[in-house]
């Protein structure tokens, strides 16, 4: 491999890299705009099939062969469908807000009642007298 051939292949690489991060950044925008769901998830999918277009169009020299394409989007395929999966098999997590947990956490740890100093000079009058022994009538 020449020099000048390495050269190209960095620069080819460098503008891929630039590109795909600009399209990165517009997806993330789309985020941001106000627009309802199933038009952003159309937009985000169009986003996603342009990305692998690209990738695949740069990288495609780089296989060797119809196997290396079934293997790659084989294993595309699968964890595409393991993440459309992956709720299913997540649903009692709480982590991702799918159940309730306040009154669980409320049973737990109840409410604990702070009434600022004066309650405190009560308290410790209340501690005093229980401490004192009462006179016995011996």
């Excluded at 020449?2 to 600009?22: A, C, D, G, P, R």
């Excluded at 517009?26 to 199933?38: D, Q, S």
């Amino acid at each position: 491999m020449s020099h000048q051939n390495t050269t190209e292949t960095i620069n080819l690489y460098k503008k891929l890299f630039l590109i795909l991060v600009i399209i990165t950044g517009v997806g993330i925008g789309i985020t941001f705009l106000h627009i309802p769901p199933v038009i952003a998830i159309g937009l985000a999918l169009a986003i996603i099939v342009v990305k692998s277009g690209i990738v695949y169009k740069t990288f495609k020299p780089l296989l060797n062969g119809k196997y290396s394409l079934i293997i790659l989007f084989g294993l595309t395929i699968i964890f595409f469908i393991a993440l459309l999966l992956l709720p299913a098999f997540n649903a009692n997590n709480h982590l991702t807000g799918t159940v309730d947990i306040s009154k669980q956490y409320a049973l737990e740890n109840p409410p604990q009642e702070h009434h600022g100093a004066a309650h405190s000079e009560k308290a410790e009058e209340k501690t005093a007298e229980k401490t004192e022994e009462p006179a016995s009538g011996h």
